[in-house]
Structures are given as C-alpha cells and as structure tokens.
C-alpha cells in the first residue's frame, strides 16, 4: 500500500531533550517536506527536500533540522526542544515537488513541557 | 508576502444542504491551486488542482472554481453528508527559482449536522 508514515505518532517530552521523529514514503517520491500545524494558523512549512541531499528551508525552520540521506526517508530533528515547539507535525511527499499532489502521513502530536 | 485567505473559518450546515466555501490568494506567480480535506486527528488529502488555464474541477459531489483574474477560488459541496465533516484548506503554488512553494490557507471547518 503507498503511503507515508511517520514514527512516533505521540510524544511527550521535556526541555532540551533532543528527539528525532522518523518520516518513510514508499512510493520513490522525490519531493518530502515536513509541516506544523497549530490551532488557528494553519499548517506551516518547516522544511523541505526535492531530492536526496537536497534540502532547504520553509516558513519556520527555526530549532529544527533535517536530512536527506535516503530517497525514502526525512527524518525531523529538534535538537533543543522549547514548549513552543508542542504541535501537530506532518510529512508529506510528492513525486516531483509541492505542485504535484502531496501525500501526507497521519501525524505527530508532540508535546514539550 | 503570498497569502492565502480562507471564508467561512467554519460552518454548520444541515445534512443534504450544498455549501460553498472560498478562498483569496494573493500569490504570483501563481502554479496551482490545490483544495484539501483534512479529516480531524488525520493528513489532509487533496481533492482538486487547477491551474491558471482551467475555472472549474469537479471530484464526485466536489466542485471547485477559480478566477485567476480575480484572484479567487470557492469549493461547492452538493447534497453534503455527514462524512463531508472535516477542515478544508485552500494551497496555491507559485513557482519560484525553479521551485514550487506551496503556500496554505488556515482552512475552513465545516460540520455538517443530521
């Protein structure tokens, strides 16, 4: 079945705590990104990739990285995780990039105290 | 900047009623302009994309328009069902240094009541 999954889908974590949620698609797409998504702002762009080794910036990538290193794979890390970054984070991919149809994974809701 | 506005923020309709939810964009120059359904607790799914040549696209009970001239998208739901329940959200792409960047609208929640 094609789709995208992300690990893990719930998360509590403390201040500092560096964590790393996983994001896999199976349908060799070129194009993954990874988005937040809070109450009344909509989702938001973090960063994203249009193809192995390539990655650049969104709307928000402050206190958050990423890589590349697999077609398959686009792995979110915040190394220094703030309460401010307690979301709801999605990854998406598409084949060639954000114009193509996007395919999301079901979510991480991730909460930082 | 790109922006993308999205009317109603949400709706309540009676079951079997039709509905028409809209969207603004401010976006040049302009790709695409997708709508979304986002289930609650779920990734959006895209329902229509147009480009700048085409004014309608319809997906089953699902029409959308658009006036590039005007700027301007609206999404009609017929003979809506309670499935219908859900956030909508408008993204326009514009193509830029060789890159798509999606830019999304805050969505619409719609709730429709039996």
Known sequence: EAQVTQNPRYLITVTGKKLTVTCSQNMNHEYMSWYRQDPGLGLRQIYYSMNVEVTDKGDVPEGYKVSRKEKRNFPLILESPSPNQTSLYFCASSLRGSSYEQYFGPGTRLTVT | ?114
Request: hydrophobic letters at 30%; aromatic letters at 8%; one cysteine or more.
């Open chain 2, 1 to 114: 900047k790109n922006q993308v506005e999205q009317s109603p923020q949400s709706l309540i309709i009676l079951e079997g009623k039709n509905c028409t939810l809209q969207c603004n964009y401010t976006v040049s120059p302009f790709s695409n302009l997708r709508w979304y359904k986002q289930d609650t607790g779920r990734g959006p799914v895209s329902l229509t994309i147009m480009t700048f040549s085409e004014n309608t696209k319809s997906n089953g009970r699902y029409t959308a328009t658009l006036d590039a001239d005007t700027k301007q998208s609206s999404l009609h739901i017929t003979a809506s069902q309670l499935s219908d329940s859900a956030s909508y959200i408008c993204v326009v792409s514009e193509l830029s240094g060789g890159s798509y960047i999606p830019t999304f609208g805050r969505g619409t929640s719609l709730i429709v009541h039996p």
